[in-house]
């Protein structure tokens, strides 16, 4: 236990740039879009306090918006705001809105009738009357309103890392996606922190009395601007061009931190989920994202991959793999199986995930078009000498691998097939591999070291930017561990990449990894 | 001048006020008198147009209201409520200083005319800086009317000023009220439902009864020459105090003996039965001496106090 909280703090302390910014970040988002609230709930609730029947209607659909799942709210906001500060403000907004305008309404509604007619017969206009004496005393009940909006926004604005608005939200999903307990901590512990100490100060100004309140009352206006334009600070500093990456690659060996230490790569980055990241750079409102070499998105959005010549991301050459028991029963298998080595280039695969993620081909009309185009393909001899069984895991590529292996077995050997696709991930379809669930299934060696051997890590740093020998070990390392036995590679390699538009890189004439850091430190 | 002609208001379909018509005249302190929901406060609201009447007109001074921007109107006019609706707030200082800071009165000028009634009204200087519920229901009772008169308007409106106060409070605060200069020179009107207050502070009282006046004249008037049953009825269960009250030494004087001449400070015949026998009970003495409008003076006892007043109630049954 001792030793856990020593190494969250010695992240912490890491990362404390990070931490700091995302806290500015955070806070700023909480304000700026608390402001806005304020700015519209207020005159909202004094509408309605002075138009009753309009009560109902205004605060029914403010309170509807509230019941929308935050991020179902964010998501909406995506095609009408685009991504970054301005749909992640709007969203905070509305959640903050109902407490506001229902606070300032019950408190105007409240205040004592005598009260209130005292002011008008002392012959105070409407409009003084709502300054000096409606809206000093309810502001209580209004300061109660815009105190639970706040500690709702502090926790909201969490979720605005996934529309690339920042905050502390970026440690707390990307902790979630590199299964990292001390990044989920480092984003957590600070929003929990900074919820408690708001809620804190917000009810000492709220039981100020008469005289501290009305001092207190010109502070928080210029409070919470000053809080709402920490957002401003930490994008100040930036760059000539702007990037985005998902949590997970921002928390890599193997992704930023990679970029930084090795390449010395300084650009403004944002963090974004890997659902918008491709819209986003389409649209131009990022120059750089990270992504996987062979997504079909590469071709639909058309996307250049800027060539990793410093290798820091290690390579993940696709290749069936076999049990030992399997190429024994199927003496055939290992050599219809390499029909395929070496056939698959990047650019290829990338062509066939476009043509099932985005022109919505099946997998096995795709296979059958690439066999037939490389003339590999040989109608089913209809065997019955023994089934083999494919698996694949649950993502496009493997669907189409899965389809390819079926029909070149069905065409070129007397076994059967059955296919068990969509596995849910490396760890479920190499325990049905391990079970004699499945005979084989594509995986890559990047995974085959880092997620199935995990070898120390010294020794993965060593050979993971050299494809040949993280293949040699694995190898190796699968018959002595596992009994299994990697066959020839396919040929592509669908590692971590960094991309920009086609037309972008040529103009900029950037090409590699190292190009794009000297354009930024030219720039 | 308060002149109200035919005034009526309807709330829903209940008439609150109807047709009322009166007059006040200058420094005259009028008071609405009757059960709750007789419509007076509505009358007395629709002075400075809190609410606006149906039908009807109020002139002010001579002017139409209805012509005068509402907001203006009132400041013009002092007004006293029954919940005080001192602003919760602001300081006492601050609350007085509403009606002044509204009519742009520069801060030397506020200052100075607060120090002066706040005096007048037996508050404190220190409690200028501390906010009403700091201060006992007299003391806000005080302020409320301090705040009412800080701008020396020539029309108070008050709506059942002393309600919120207990008993003997009350009688003191009513006491000071009659005592005090600045109101001698106002022209008021006044709402109440007790009937020792209206008949203790009113010039006239205009008794209303379901949105219609029944009767207006004097005290006296109301007790001796009741216009109907109703005007009997509603001063029936006080009617001795009442009338102790109304009849003043100066109008039993043909009924009291000519007494030997006496030494001494004599007192004014103007002094009410009530209080003649007051001072009776309380001091030692046997005998008030008293000195009439024709200079005699007579030295009067309790029985022949009580024996005057009730040959006066006589003869004012036979007239």
């Known amino acids: 236990m001792n030793e856990h909280q020593q190494t969250l703090w010695q992240f912490m302390h890491e990362q404390s740039d990070k931490l700091f910014a995302q806290t500015l970040q955070h806070v700023g988002l909480t304000f700026i879009s608390l402001l806005f609230a304020i700015a519209i709930g207020l005159p909202l609730g004094i509408l309605i306090a002075r138009k009753r029947k309009l009560s109902g209607t205004v605060l029914g659909i403010a309170g509807v918006l509230q019941t929308v799942p935050s991020i179902a709210l964010l998501g909406f906001m995506i095609p009408i705001l685009g991504i970054g500060a301005k749909p992640a403000i709007v969203a905070l907004l509305i959640y903050a809105l109902l407490p506001i305008i229902r606070n300032t309404y019950t408190g105007i509604i409240g205040i004592n009738q005598h009260v209130k007619e005292a002011a008008r017969a002392m012959g105070m206009s409407k409009s003084q009357i709502l300054l000096k004496v409606e809206l000093p005393l309810a502001m209580p009940v209004i300061l109660a309103g815009i105190r639970t909006a706040t500690v709702i926004n502090v926790g909201v604005a969490t979720l605005a890392s996934f529309i690339a608005a920042g905050g502390l939200g970026e440690f707390i999903f990307g902790g979630i996606s590199l299964n990292n307990t001390n990044m989920i901590l480092a984003g957590a512990i600070p929003a929990a922190l900074l919820a408690i100490i708001l809620d804190a100060l917000l009810s000492l100004v709220q039981k100020m009395d008469f005289k501290k309140l009305r001092k207190a009352l010109y502070v928080l206006p210029v409070a919470i601007l000053i809080l709402g334009g920490f957002y401003a600070l930490p994008s100040a500093y930036g760059s000539s061009l702007t990037a985005g990456f998902t949590p997970e690659f921002m928390g890599r060996q193997d992704g930023d931190l990679g970029l930084k230490s090795i390449y010395g790569l300084k650009i403004h980055t944002i963090v974004i989920s890997d659902a918008v990241m491709y819209k986003a750079a389409f649209s131009k409102e990022l120059d750089v994202i990270s992504g996987y070499s062979t997504d079909g998105r590469l071709k639909a959005f058309d996307l250049k991959i800027l060539r990793d010549d410093k290798s820091i991301f290690p390579p993940y050459y696709a290749a069936p793999i076999v049990r030992d028991e399997a190429l024994k029963q199927f003496p055939q298998l290992a050599e219809t199986l390499n029909l395929l080595a070496g056939k698959i280039t990047d650019s290829v695969m990338t062509d066939l995930n476009y043509r099932t993620d985005y022109l919505h081909q099946t997998p096995e009309r795709v296979a059958k078009d690439f066999l037939i185009s490389t003339g590999l393909y040989k109608a089913p001899k209809n065997g019955h000498n023994g089934v083999v069984r494919i698996g694949s895991k649950i993502f496009g590529e493997q669907y189409i691998l899965a389809e390819m292996y079926s029909m070149l077995i069905k065409g070129n050997t007397d076994y059967e097939v059955s296919t068990k696709t969509g596995l849910g991930g490396t760890k479920i379809c190499f325990d049905a591999l391990m079970n004699d669930q499945i005979d084989f299934y594509p995986e890559y060696t990047g995974t085959g070291l880092l997620v199935l051997l995990q070898p120390d890590p010294k020794i993965a740093k060593e050979m993971a930017h050299d494809k040949d020998k993280t293949y040699d070990y694995v190898c190796t390392e699968f018959e002595k561990k596992f009994k299994i036995k990697w066959l020839k590679p396919i040929g592509f390699n669908n590692s971590y990449a960094l991309m920009m538009l086609q037309k972008q890189s040529k103009d900029l004439n950037v090409n590699t990894i190292t190009d794009l850091k000297n354009y930024l430190d030219k720039n | ?319």
């Open chain 2, 1 to 319: 001048m308060i002149q109200l002609k035919e005034i009526s208001k309807k709330f829903g379909d209940t008439l609150a006020v109807n047709k009322a018509s009166f007059k006040v005249e200058e420094k005259e302190t009028l008071v609405l008198l009757g059960t709750s929901g007789c419509g007076k406060t509505t009358t007395l609201k629709m002075i400075n147009r809190l609410i606006e009447p149906d039908a009807g007109q109020v002139f002010i001074n001579g002017e139409n209201i209805t012509n005068q921007d509402p907001d203006v109107l009132r400041t013009g006019i002092g007004y006293v409520m029954q919940n005080i609706g001192l602003f919760p707030h602001y300081t006492v200082a601050e609350n007085i200083a509403v009606v002044p800071k509204l009519l742009k009165w520069d801060k030397e000028k506020i200052k100075v005319r607060t120090r002066e009634l706040i005096k007048k009204l037996h508050l404190s200087e220190n409690s200028l800086s501390m906010f009403p519920h700091e201060l006992s229901g007299g003391q806000q009772q005080r302020v409320g009317l301090a705040r009412a008169l800080v701008t020396d308007p020539s029309v108070l409106l008050m709506d059942e000023p002393f309600g919120a106060l207990d008993n003997v409070t009350r009688t003191s605060i009513q006491k000071e009220f009659k005592g005090l200069e600045e109101l001698k020179r106002k022209t008021i009107v006044m709402v109440t439902h007790d009937v020792q207050e209206a008949f203790e502070l009113a010039d006239r009282i205009c008794l209303m009864d379901k949105g219609k006046i029944i009767q207006i004249g004097t005290p006296k008037e109301l007790l001796y020459q009741p216009v109907n049953d109703f005007a009997r009825k509603f001063l029936a269960g006080q009617r001795l105090a009442l009338e102790f009250k109304v009849v003043k030494i100066q109008d039993i004087w043909p009924y009291l003996p000519k007494g030997a001449l006496q030494d001494g400070k004599s007192l004014s015949a103007d002094l009410n039965v009530w209080d003649a026998m007051e001072l009776l009970r309380s001091s030692d003495r046997s005998e008030l001496l008293v000195s009439g409008t024709d200079k005699e003076s007579k030295a009067i006892n309790f029985e022949q106090l009580i024996k005057g007043f009730n040959q006066f109630q006589n003869a004012q049954v036979h007239e």
